[in-house]
Nanobody, 120 residues
């Protein structure tokens, strides 16, 4: 059974950093592209960043470049999202996802999400 388990969320003050982790099990992690999304209340799910299976290439949404960075450790079956200079509008549930689709259209697996709340 495939599991993606996010952790590292919580309450942080505006301007602070936070690093999210997503631990994967039940799949050959190194074969999947991994991605992070978020969803704020009343809003659609939003793409943040993706990283290829080997970890050598990452793609980050333009609106988050410079503040958010995705990375992975295939030895630990874990993908990370480093978030810096957080803003109240970054408050959302953050999800990791795994896909074998190089076009990043369909995702095979999703985590349950971790709440990030940024206070002003």
């Amino acid at each position: 059974q495939v599991q993606l388990v996010e952790s590292g969320g919580g309450l942080v003050q505006a301007g602070g950093p936070l690093r999210l982790s997503c631990a994967a099990s039940g799949l050959t992690f190194s074969r999947y592209i991994m991605a992070w999304f978020r969803q704020a209340p009343g809003q659609e799910r939003e793409f943040i960043a993706a990283i290829n299976s080997g970890g050598g290439r990452a793609y980050t949404d333009d609106s988050k470049k410079g503040r958010f960075a995705i990375s992975r450790d295939n030895a630990k079956n874990t993908v990370y999202l480093q978030m810096n200079s957080l803003k109240p509008e970054d408050t959302a549930v953050y999800y990791c996802a795994a896909t074998s689709d190089a076009d990043l259209v369909g995702y095979d697996y999703w985590g349950q999400g971790t709440q990030v709340t940024v206070s002003s």
